[in-house]
């Protein structure tokens, strides 16, 4: 693989244009962390694809409301909360400014299915964080949608790139993902994904989930963010999904947190009883 290496992250780097924030998600940022329910309805609605992800999320076993649901307005204020529907919002229409290759292990569709259950994966765990430990559920929610935001900006920029990539992670399967990447890149996609972030201004919880989901032994600042991605991954990697370098939950991490592995394993049931409904997310986010 040494013929290929290229060093991407200089060729990002002298970009002059990048992918821009889709219009819509702007709208949505632009509303702030805790905007009026009605002005958030109102931007979600324009976007009927959305509004149904929205309503569908919200009537998923995830979340296990036993009512109705008959609008955006009931999802957001009986089930989601503003501010999770503000994130979920916003990580299905920031992912449409990518157009990566679909296929492979890296491809477009496996990421953003990987995506779609760290997020919920994500938010599930924050919930048992000890108050000590708190973190916003719906930060948790976008930092899982956007970890591996980096693995679509190497496919929409440089796409044979990423064949070469896609071929790499199959011929070479106990290899960790990033070892792969910087051999053929000289770089990885949690370095250029907090790149793309840090340009689109994106919050400092979810640039450091992007830049650090790889490293079980940050504790810096908003490192709760990138450690519950790592556990995430690295329990969808126990499903035999997505590219973490290890299934171990480190204990020290664990504590760290305080976190039982068996909140992590209530979490995993959770997930796998709503999964027809996170496919369909992903499917949604993945599509062009």
Same mark, same amino acid.
Request: glycine fraction near 8%; hydrophobic fraction near 45%; charge should be negative.
């Given at each position: 693989m040494a013929e290929l290496a290229r060093n991407i992250r200089s060729e990002i780097e002298k970009l002059t244009s990048i992918p821009v924030m889709p219009e819509l998600a702007q709208r949505i940022m632009a509303l702030g962390p805790h905007p009026e329910v009605r002005k958030l309805v109102a931007i979600v609605e324009l976007d009927p694809g959305l509004a149904g992800q929205i309503v569908r999320q919200a009537t998923s076993p995830f979340f296990g409301y036993r009512g109705r649901v008959n609008s955006v307005s009931d999802a957001v204020t009986r089930v989601l909360g503003v501010e999770p529907a503000l994130r979920l919002a916003f990580g299905v229409i920031a992912g449409k400014a990518m157009r990566s290759p679909a296929d492979g292990p890296v491809g477009r569709k496996a990421v953003w299915l990987q995506a779609a259950y760290s997020a919920a994966l994500m938010q599930s765990m924050a919930e048992n964080l000890p108050k000590s430990n708190r973190?916003?559920?719906?930060?948790?929610?976008?930092?899982?949608?956007?970890? $591996? #935001?980096?693995?679509?900006?190497?496919?929409?920029?440089?796409?044979?790139?990423?064949?070469?990539?896609?071929?790499?992670?199959?011929? $070479? =399967?106990?290899? =960790?993902?990033? $070892?792969?990447?910087?051999?053929?890149?000289?770089?990885?996609?949690?370095?250029?994904?907090?790149?793309?972030?840090?340009?689109? $201004?994106? =919050?400092?919880?979810? #640039?450091?989930?992007?830049?650090?989901?790889?490293?079980?032994?940050?504790?810096?600042?908003?490192?709760?963010?990138?450690?519950?991605?790592?556990?995430?991954?690295?329990l969808l990697q126990r499903l035999g999904q997505g590219g973490a370098d290890s299934e171990e939950l480190p204990a020290e991490l664990l504590a760290d947190l305080g976190l039982q592995e068996a909140d992590l394993m209530d979490a995993v049931q959770r997930l796998l009883e709503s999964r027809s409904d996170l496919d369909s997310l992903a499917a949604h986010m993945g599509s062009v």
């Open positions: 973190a916003l559920p719906g930060m948790c929610y976008l930092g899982g949608l956007m970890h $591996n #935001i980096g693995l679509l900006l190497l496919g929409h920029l440089f796409p044979s790139d990423l064949h070469a990539l896609n071929k790499a992670v199959i011929e $070479n =399967p106990s290899t =960790p993902l990033i $070892n792969l990447e910087q051999r053929l890149f000289m770089t990885d996609h949690t370095e250029v994904g907090a790149w793309l972030m840090q340009k689109w $201004n994106m =919050p400092e919880e979810v #640039i450091v989930a992007v830049q650090r989901h790889h490293d079980e032994t940050y504790r810096g600042e908003n490192a709760i963010y990138a450690n519950l991605a790592l556990l995430a991954d690295r």
